[in-house]
C-alpha cells in the first residue's frame, strides 16, 4: 500500500503539473495584464465591500474561509518540508508560484462567482458547476466533484491533523490518541453548524492567529537582522543553482517550492473557489480579486515568515535525493514544525516551541474546517434534486474519523496522501479553467470598465455575452441590494 501511495504521489506530481502550474500562472497573468500587480488596491478596498445575507457570506467571510484552507499546515510544515528537500532557493519558488497563482485565484473564484447556484437555500459555486454550466461537460464535472470530496473528507485531512498532534507532542508532551479526541470533537461542533457557523470561526481565529504569528517571526528576524542580506542572497543563488552547496538540487528546489506553494496557497486547485461561490458580490469580479489576494496573504507573508524564521536562524536539514544530508542542524527528526518551533526556540526559549504548536494547531484546524465545506458543496452538487442529509452526514463522519486517524498516523504517509488528494485536483481543474478562462476575463474588463466610469460595478453577463450564468439573470440576484 506505502509503495503504490508513493507510486501514484510520484506521477501526480512528476514534472508536466509543476510545469504546467506554471506556465497557467504566466499566461493568465499576461492575459489579465497582470492584475495581481494592478488592482493591489482594488483588493483592499473590495474585501471589506461586500456583505452577508441568509444565503451568503460576505466577501471578507468568504476570504476568511478560503484562507482558512490555505493558512495551514503548509505554512509552516509545508515550509519546512519545502526546506528539507529543495533547500533555501525552494522559498523563492514558493513565491514565484504565489505572484503567478494570484491571477490563477482570480480567474478560477470569477468563474465560481459567474456559475454559482442558489440550492437549497445557499450559494453554492466551485469547479463542479463552472465545468458544468461554462464547459457543458457534467461527466467531467462528477469527476471532479467525485475527486474533491474525496480529497477533501478522506486524504486531505490528515495532513492537518498530523501536524497539530506532531507539534502538540513536542511542545507539551500531549499523546496524540488524547490530541485526535480534542480535534473531532471541536471540529464536529463547527461542522454540524454549517457554513454560517464555519464562516464565524474563520473570520475571527485567522486574521488574530496570522498577525500573531508574523509579529513573533518579526521579532526572531529583528534579533538576527545582520544576517537578513545573506539569507535573502542564498534564497537567490539556490533557487537558480548558484550556490555552491545547494547549486545540484536545482531541481528539487523548484519541485518542492512549487509543489508546497501549491499545497499552501492553493491557487490552480480549485478549492478556494468554492468559498468564493458563496460570496455576496454585485460583480464576480469583486470575489475573484479578493481571493487573489488571499494568495498573497497566505505565502508572501505567512509562508515567508516561517521561511525567515527558520533560515535566518539555521534550524533546518536539507537533504539530496539519495537521502545523504547537505546540511544537518537539526539532527535525525522529520521535517515539519520541530524546525520552526527550534527557530522561535533560539530567541524566545520556552516560548517558541509552545507558541507555534498552539499556531499550528488553529491554521490547520481551520484548514480541516475549509476541507468540510468544499466537501460539503461538492456532495450538494452530486445530490442536486435529491435529499442529500444522509450523503452530507456521511462526508461529516468520514471528515472525523480521517482527522482522527491522521493525528496518530506517520507523517509520511499523511503528506503522501495528501498530495495525492492534491495532485488530483490540481490537474483537474487546471484543465478546466484553461479552457474556460474568457468568461472571467470578460468579467474583468466589464469590472474595471464600470469602475473606470466611477460605478459601483454590477454584473450583466448577458451584455457582455456570457451564457449559462442563471443566477444572475434571475430573480434571486436583486440589483438593488447588493452592493
Known amino acids: 500500500m506505502v509503495q503504490f501511495v508513493e507510486w501514484l504521489n510520484g506521477v501526480l506530481w512528476s514534472s508536466p503539473i509543476i510545469y504546467f502550474s506554471l506556465g497557467v500562472g504566466i499566461l493568465f497573468s499576461i492575459m489579465t495584464r497582470f492584475m495581481q500587480v494592478r488592482l493591489i488596491k482594488d483588493m483592499v478596498t473590495q474585501l471589506f465591500s461586500g456583505k452577508s445575507s441568509d444565503a451568503g457570506i460576505s466577501s471578507f467571510q468568504a476570504m476568511s474561509v478560503a484562507l482558512s484552507g490555505r493558512v495551514g499546515t503548509g505554512n509552516i510544515a509545508g515550509t519546512a518540508t519545502a526546506i528539507a528537500f529543495g533547500g533555501p532557493g525552494a522559498i523563492f519558488w514558493m513565491w514565484a508560484i504565489a505572484f503567478l497563482g494570484a491571477s490563477t485565484a482570480y480567474v478560477e473564484s470569477t468563474l465560481a462567482q459567474i456559475y454559482k447556484v442558489k440550492q437549497d437555500g445557499q450559494y453554492r459555486g466551485g469547479p463542479a458547476y463552472y465545468i458544468e454550466k461554462g464547459m457543458g461537460k457534467k461527466w467531467y464535472a462528477v469527476i471532479f466533484a467525485v475527486a474533491s470530496a474525496i480529497a477533501m473528507s478522506l486524504l486531505m485531512p490528515g495532513v492537518q491533523a498530523?501536524?497539530?498532534?506532531?507539534?502538540?507532542?513536542?511542545?507539551?508532551?500531549?499523546?496524540?490518541?488524547?490530541?485526535?479526541?480534542?480535534?473531532?470533537?471541536?471540529?464536529?461542533?463547527?461542522?454540524?453548524?454549517?457554513?454560517?457557523?464555519?464562516?464565524?470561526?474563520?473570520?475571527?481565529?485567522?486574521?488574530f492567529m496570522a498577525v500573531g504569528?508574523?509579529?513573533?517571526?518579526?521579532?526572531?528576524?529583528?534579533?538576527?537582522?545582520?544576517?537578513?542580506?545573506?539569507?535573502?542572497?542564498?534564497?537567490?543563488?539556490?533557487?537558480?543553482?548558484?550556490?555552491?552547496?545547494?547549486?545540484?538540487?536545482?531541481?528539487?528546489?523548484?519541485?518542492?517550492?512549487?509543489?508546497?506553494?501549491?499545497?499552501?496557497?492553493?491557487?490552480?486547485?480549485?478549492?478556494?473557489?468554492?468559498?468564493?461561490?458563496?460570496?455576496?458580490?454585485?460583480?464576480?469580479?469583486?470575489?475573484?480579486?479578493?481571493?487573489?489576494?488571499?494568495?498573497?496573504?497566505?505565502?508572501?507573508?505567512?509562508?515567508?515568515?516561517?521561511?525567515?524564521?527558520?533560515?535566518?536562524?539555521?534550524?533546518?536539514?536539507?537533504?539530496?535525493?539519495?537521502?545523504?544530508?547537505?546540511?544537518?542542524?537539526?539532527?535525525d527528526v522529520e521535517p515539519g514544525p520541530i524546525y520552526t518551533q527550534a527557530a522561535v526556540e533560539t530567541v524566545m526559549p520556552g516560548f517558541g516551541s509552545g507558541f507555534v504548536a498552539i499556531a499550528l494547531f488553529f491554521f490547520a484546524f481551520t484548514t480541516i474546517m475549509a476541507y468540510y465545506y468544499i466537501a460539503e458543496t461538492n456532495v450538494a452538487y452530486l445530490t442536486r434534486g435529491r435529499d442529500g442529509k444522509l450523503a452530507m452526514f456521511f462526508v461529516k463522519i468520514v471528515l472525523l474519523a480521517a482527522s482522527f486517524y491522521g493525528s496518530i498516523k506517520t507523517a509520511k504517509v499523511a503528506w503522501d496522501l495528501g498530495d495525492i488528494g492534491l495532485g488530483i485536483m490540481v490537474w483537474l481543474n487546471l484543465i478546466a479553467i484553461l479552457i474556460l478562462y474568457k468568461p472571467a476575463m470578460l468579467a474583468l474588463k466589464d469590472y474595471e470598465r464600470q469602475r473606470n466610469e466611477g460605478k459601483d460595478p454590477v454584473f450583466d453577463p448577458a451584455e457582455i455575452g456570457i451564457k449559462n450564468a442563471d443566477f444572475w439573470e434571475s430573480e434571486d440576484f436583486d440589483k438593488r441590494d447588493v452592493s
Not at 171 to 188: D, E, K, R, V, Y
Not at 215 to 222: E, G, K, Q, R, T
Open 213 to 331: 504569528y508574523v509579529l513573533v517571526s518579526l521579532i526572531v528576524i529583528a534579533f538576527n537582522i545582520t544576517e537578513l542580506p545573506a539569507v535573502l542572497s542564498l534564497i537567490f543563488r539556490s533557487a537558480f543553482g548558484f550556490d555552491a552547496a545547494f547549486g545540484g538540487i536545482i531541481g528539487m528546489a523548484i519541485s518542492w517550492g512549487v509543489k508546497r506553494g501549491i499545497y499552501s496557497n492553493e491557487a490552480g486547485q480549485g478549492s478556494g473557489a468554492h468559498a468564493a461561490g458563496a460570496a455576496e458580490v454585485s460583480h464576480p469580479a469583486k470575489q475573484g480579486i479578493v481571493q487573489a489576494f488571499s494568495v498573497y496573504i497566505d505565502t508572501l507573508v505567512v509562508c515567508s515568515a516561517t521561511a525567515f524564521m527558520v533560515i535566518i536562524t539555521g534550524m533546518y536539514n536539507t537533504v539530496r535525493p539519495d537521502k545523504t544530508f547537505i546540511v544537518k542542524r537539526l539532527g
Open 162 to 207: 498530523n501536524s497539530i498532534a506532531m507539534g502538540l507532542e513536542n511542545a507539551f508532551g500531549l499523546s496524540t490518541l488524547i490530541t485526535g479526541i480534542i480535534i473531532i470533537l471541536l471540529l464536529g461542533f463547527i461542522i454540524f453548524g454549517g457554513i454560517k457557523r464555519i464562516a464565524a470561526a474563520a473570520q475571527l481565529i485567522v486574521p
